[in-house]
């Protein structure tokens, strides 16, 4: 079945800097590819998602890119700021399209002032 | 613009007892899916439902869990006999589409 892989586990950077998680899936057949942001204690947020059309998508401080052949994905955070500190998830969509998600395993982002 | 509202927020139970958790999903979402999290880990997808059917239960137990999305109401995701094991966040997700996935609150689970 279908399994996502997300690295680094944890990220530290200083404010202001950028920061790059990335992910990687097995089935090909994946076509949605959302990215979650989630605080301490709350809900996942969606924070910016990419179809598999689409090579590259951006939103003002963040972009996500899309190598299909490579099977592979990353969020990029441009400009941090303490207030981008959560723990980052990506996922992919189950073929089939039932709207089934297999998440990583999440990236604890650190932003220091 | 409501949300998704999952409830309760937080739920104790001991051993042996029953769990239910409820979810209503946005209005006018007719997909919902339920997703366990547990400490330090991602979502584990659970069950997807759509009115009054069950569309996947793959990864969901096959012992002591059930869940529903009846025509009326929330859905109800139904844990019985639990144990320490079962403790957790679960998290309810709507769609419109199979798309975009909105999610609630959740609900934290604690088995004493």
């Known amino acids: 079945g279908e399994n996502v892989e997300q690295h680094p586990s944890t990220l530290s950077v200083q404010e202001g800097d950028s920061a790059v998680i990335k992910c990687t899936y097995s089935?090909?057949?994946?076509?949605?590819f959302p990215w979650y942001k989630q605080e301490l204690g709350k809900r996942p947020q969606l924070i910016i998602d990419?179809?598999?059309?689409?090579g590259e998508k951006k939103d003002q401080r963040i972009a996500v890119t899309l190598n299909k052949t490579a099977k592979h994905f990353s969020l990029h955070i441009t400009e941090t700021q303490p207030e981008d500190s959560a723990v980052y998830f990506c996922?992919?969509?189950?073929?089939?399209?039932?709207?089934?998600?297999?998440f990583g395993q999440g990236t604890t982002l650190q932003v220091k002032p | 613009n409501a949300g998704v509202m999952q409830n309760p927020r937080h739920l104790v139970r001991r051993r042996g007892q029953e769990a239910r958790l409820r979810c209503s999903p946005v209005?006018?979402?007719?997909?919902v899916y339920w997703y366990r999290q547990l400490p330090e880990e991602g979502l584990k997808f659970m069950v997807y439902?759509?009115?009054?059917?069950?569309?996947?239960e793959s990864g969901m137990p096959k012992e002591r869990f059930s869940a529903e999305f009846p025509k009326e109401g929330p859905s109800i995701l139904r844990i019985q006999q639990v144990v320490r094991g079962d403790s957790a966040a679960y998290f309810c997700?709507?769609?419109?589409?199979?798309?975009?996935?909105?999610f609630g609150q959740g609900t934290r689970l604690t088995v004493v």
């Open positions: 997700a709507s769609s419109p589409d199979r798309g975009e996935a909105f």
């Open positions: 990419i179809r598999s059309n689409v």
């Open positions: 996922a992919a969509s189950m073929p089939g399209n039932t709207g089934k998600l297999i």
């Open positions: 089935d090909s057949a994946s076509n949605y």
């Open positions: 209005k006018g979402h007719s997909h």
């Open positions: 439902l759509q009115k009054e059917n069950i569309i996947d």
